[in-house]
């Protein structure tokens, strides 16, 4: 049974940063698509980022984010991270961390991923 648990979200102010965690157990070794996805009030889910793990590709990013939210993995703990910086007000959501092994959709189409993690809030004031 794959689990993602999220974890890092928070409040904080505009300019300032947070460290979102996301913990795969499950896979059993297998090499996985796993990305963060955003969604606010009122609005679709959208995808930020996402990168394969274990492997050495280089993330992709969405428009919004790119320069400002760096994806990385530490294939040893199974663990993918979203480092936030520069946030704003417009980045206030609830994140979610989403993988399939098998990806056969878009990038950052949500319907892509089967398995999701319960979703951390992040709240960024102005």
């Known amino acids: 049974q794959v689990q993602l648990i999220e974890s890092g979200g928070g409040s904080v102010q505009a300019g300032g940063s947070l460290r979102l965690s996301c913990v795969a157990s499950?896979?059993?070794?297998?090499?996985?698509?796993m990305a963060w996805f955003r969604q606010a009030p009122g609005k679709e889910r959208e995808g930020v980022a996402a990168?394969?793990?274990?492997?050495?590709?280089?993330?992709f990013y969405s428009d919004s984010v790119k320069g400002r939210f760096p994806m990385s993995r530490d294939s040893d703990s199974n663990t993918v991270y979203l480092q936030m910086n520069s946030l704003k007000p417009e980045d206030t959501a609830m994140y979610y961390c989403?993988?399939?092994?098998?990806?056969?959709?878009?990038?950052?189409?949500?319907?892509?991923?089967?398995?999701w993690g319960q979703g951390t809030q992040v709240t960024v004031s102005s």
């Open positions: 989403a993988s399939d092994p098998a990806p056969t959709g878009g990038l950052f189409s949500p319907i892509t991923y089967r398995y």
């Open positions: 990168l394969w793990t274990p492997g050495d590709e280089s993330p």
């Open positions: 499950g896979y059993s070794g297998r090499r996985n698509l």
